[in-house]
């Protein structure tokens, strides 16, 4: 499976930015899709999740209603939508995949495959 994110930048804060995840490898019909977040010094978090049957999606408290987790079945590509930035939001953004969905889909331990990650600067 790779993984190849795009879409990170520079936005002040109230922005907006849209990452995307272009998908391949593999028959995404099963399984889920994450993004995480990695600021410096910190433990990797996880930001949203959506599956690829049926589309559910998942958030971290700390995004909710302001990202938007969404997906392009045809693109096999997966968009994470960040509205209102805020200054606790820069990080280094990755997507993450994985066949299945019965474990925590919010552990990072849990996504075998990684992209190299897009990097997200909030400042004023």
């Known amino acids: 499976v790779q993984l190849v994110e795009s879409g990170g930048g520079l936005v002040q804060p109230g922005g907006s930015l849209r990452l995307s995840c272009a998908a391949s490898g593999r028959t995404f019909s099963t399984g889920m899709m994450g993004w995480f977040r990695q600021a410096p010094g910190k433990e990797r978090e996880f930001v949203a999740a959506l599956k690829w049957s049926g589309g559910s999606t998942y958030y971290a408290d700390s995004v909710k209603g302001r990202f938007t987790i969404s997906r392009d079945n045809a693109k096999n590509t997966v968009y994470l939508q960040l509205n209102s930035l805020k200054l606790e939001d820069p990080a280094h953004y990755y997507c993450?995949?994985?066949?299945?969905?019965?474990?925590?889909?919010?552990?990072?331990?849990?996504?075998?495959?990684w992209g190299q990650g897009t990097q997200v600067t909030v400042s004023s």
């Open positions: 993450a995949d994985r066949a299945y969905s019965a474990s925590a889909y919010s552990s990072h331990y849990n996504y075998p495959y």
